[in-house]
């Protein structure tokens, strides 16, 4: 599968964004789906998942993003609410072969990614 990413973008804090990414080659459904996100210096870090229906949150975005995916569309969704200059990073999503309802947030247990979008939050 080949995933692309868009919706980034600058933004103050508090502001609202919304993260699509969607499958050029190959089919969503047949994987669970994740966002992960990489700020400058820092490694690639897990924001959230979702396997069929189930979805996953870092305890730092929960309550403020929600992840959705539309199989009919081939696309997953990230909702990002509240926005704070610390969610300020590039984000990917990914595909996960492994699609059983469990929480998983290595980056290695994904098979594939898609390039990142940037979103920048302003204090």
């Known amino acids: 599968v080949q995933l692309q990413a868009f919706g980034g973008g600058l933004v103050q804090a508090g502001d609202s964004l919304r993260l699509a990414c969607t499958a050029s080659?190959?089919?969503?459904?047949?994987?669970?789906m994740g966002w992960f996100r990489q700020a400058p210096g820092k490694e690639r870090e897990f924001v959230a998942r979702?396997?069929?229906?189930?979805?996953y949150y870092a305890d730092s975005v929960k309550g403020r993003f929600t992840i959705s995916r539309d199989n009919d569309k081939n696309t997953v969704y990230l909702q990002m609410f509240s926005l704070k200059p610390e969610d300020t990073a590039v984000y990917y999503c990914?595909?996960?072969?492994?699609?059983?309802?469990?929480?998983?947030?290595?980056?290695?247990?994904?098979?594939?990614w898609g390039q990142g979008t940037q979103v920048t939050v302003s204090s």
């Open positions: 990914a595909a996960d072969n492994f699609r059983a309802v469990v929480q998983r947030t290595s980056p290695r247990d994904y098979d594939f």
């Open positions: 080659v190959g089919t969503i459904s047949k994987y669970s």
């Open positions: 979702i396997t069929w229906a189930t979805p």
